[in-house]
Nanobody, 129 residues
Framework: VQLVESGGALVEPGGSLTLSCTVS????????IGWFRQAPGKEREGVSC????????YYVDSVKDRFTISRDTAKNTVYLQMTSLKREDTAVYYC???????????????????????WGQGTQVTVSS
């Protein structure tokens, strides 16, 4: 399974950005997908996760009501729409995938415990004026 992120950029505070994660080697119906981020000097943090069935999503408190995760099964792609961006959102954002058949926990657990089997190379998001 390969994950390729795109969409990272330099954006001003208050701006918006959409990240994309294209999956190959498997299909979304078998995978839970998540977005993690890592800022300099900080641990990797689970930002948002979505279940293979689209029935469950999770957002870390700091991005609730600002970020939206979604999936396009036809394109085998997952998106992270980010609005009202803040300087503290600056980080490298990683797309991760977890094989659903081997995981019996919740999407929240996937994000909070950092559970994933595959990850991408990351895309840089910088929020600065």
């Amino acid at each position: 399974v390969q994950l390729v992120e795109s969409g990272g950029a330099l954006v001003e505070p208050g701006g918006s950005l959409t990240l994309s994660c294209t999956v190959s080697g498997s299909t979304l119906k078998y995978l839970h997908i998540g977005w993690f981020r890592q800022a300099p000097g900080k641990e990797r943090e689970g930002v948002s996760c979505i279940s293979k069935s689209d029935e469950s999503t999770y957002y870390v408190d700091s991005v609730k009501d600002r970020f939206t995760i979604s999936r396009d099964t036809a394109k085998n792609t997952v998106y992270l729409q980010m609005t009202s961006l803040k300087r503290e959102d600056t980080a490298v954002y990683y797309c991760v995938a977890l094989r659903a058949v081997l995981f019996i926990g919740s999407i929240q657990a996937m994000c909070e415990r950092g559970r994933y089997d595959y990850w991408g190379q990351g895309t840089q998001v910088t929020v600065s004026s």
